[in-house]
Structure formats: structure tokens, C-alpha cells
């Protein structure tokens, strides 16, 4: 099993003002997988980030993501795997969390071969 963890920054670099928040974020970032098993591997990517400095006039960034996924081998190369993405929403006040959702916006199911 492997098990990572780390800093992250993100640049307001979008190229229009909907595209993007105007803001500099930093957070944490943390991955695990697990390929133990020749048939079937697993693991997550998950991330935190917060607003620290940019345009006044724009929302703050509080931001998670958790990004599960498998795989399973069919032999001879060809797999099978399957990823989703979960945006979690975070509207964190001085004392308590104010809004708290998990959207899952995207599975995907791909069947591959080398």
C-alpha cells in the first residue's frame, strides 16, 4: 500500500473572470493505493485548499475534493476501472461550518487495453 501527503497552491491564472476565482489557495493533498492484489487495485485522492490572498470582490476559496477509484484486470493488459469525483463544499464561518455538501459530478467506467 502506498500512502502519500503533501502541500499544494493554486495560481489565479484563469484567462476569464468565470473561469476562475481571482484568488491564491493553498492546502493539503493526500493519496492512497493499494496494489497488493494482481486482480483488483484501489486507492483515493483527496485535497483541501483555502483562500489567502487575491481579489477582494470574489468569494473566498474553502474547498475539498475526494477522488476514489479501482481498478480491476481482466488479463493480458485489459482492465477495467472506474473514477468519480466528489466536490465537497465547505462555508466555513469563524465558530461553525455553515454549508456542508458532497455533489458527485462526474463517473466514469472505462474498459482499456495496452
Given at each position: 500500500?502506498s500512502?502519500?501527503?503533501?502541500?499544494?497552491?493554486?495560481?489565479?491564472?484563469?484567462?476569464?473572470?468565470?473561469?476562475?476565482?481571482?484568488?491564491?489557495?493553498?492546502?493539503?493533498?493526500?493519496?492512497?493505493?493499494?496494489?497488493?492484489?494482481?486482480?483488483?487495485?484501489?486507492g483515493?485522492?483527496?485535497?483541501?485548499?483555502?483562500?489567502?490572498?487575491?481579489?477582494?470582490?470574489?468569494?473566498?476559496?474553502?474547498?475539498?475534493?475526494?477522488?476514489?477509484?479501482?481498478?480491476?484486470?481482466?488479463?493480458?493488459?485489459?482492465?477495467?476501472?472506474?473514477?468519480?469525483?466528489?466536490?465537497?463544499?465547505?462555508?466555513?464561518?469563524?465558530?461553525?461550518i455553515?454549508?456542508?455538501?458532497?455533489?458527485?459530478?462526474?463517473?466514469?467506467?472505462?474498459?482499456?487495453?495496452?
Amino acid at each position: 500500500m502506498s500512502f502519500g501527503f503533501g502541500p499544494q497552491i493554486t495560481a489565479p491564472t484563469a484567462t476569464e473572470d468565470a473561469l476562475g476565482t481571482e484568488k491564491w489557495s493553498a492546502g493539503l493533498v493526500n493519496v492512497l493505493f493499494d496494489a497488493s492484489s494482481p486482480k483488483f487495485q484501489y486507492g483515493y485522492l483527496a485535497s483541501w485548499q483555502h483562500s489567502f490572498a487575491g481579489e477582494d470582490n470574489r468569494s473566498d476559496v474553502n474547498l475539498g475534493t475526494f477522488q476514489p477509484f479501482l481498478f480491476y484486470q481482466l488479463g493480458g493488459g485489459t482492465y477495467v476501472s472506474a473514477v468519480t469525483n466528489a466536490l465537497i463544499l465547505l462555508m466555513i464561518s469563524e465558530v461553525s461550518i455553515e454549508t456542508y455538501s458532497i455533489t458527485p459530478n462526474q463517473i466514469m467506467l472505462l474498459l482499456s487495453k495496452p
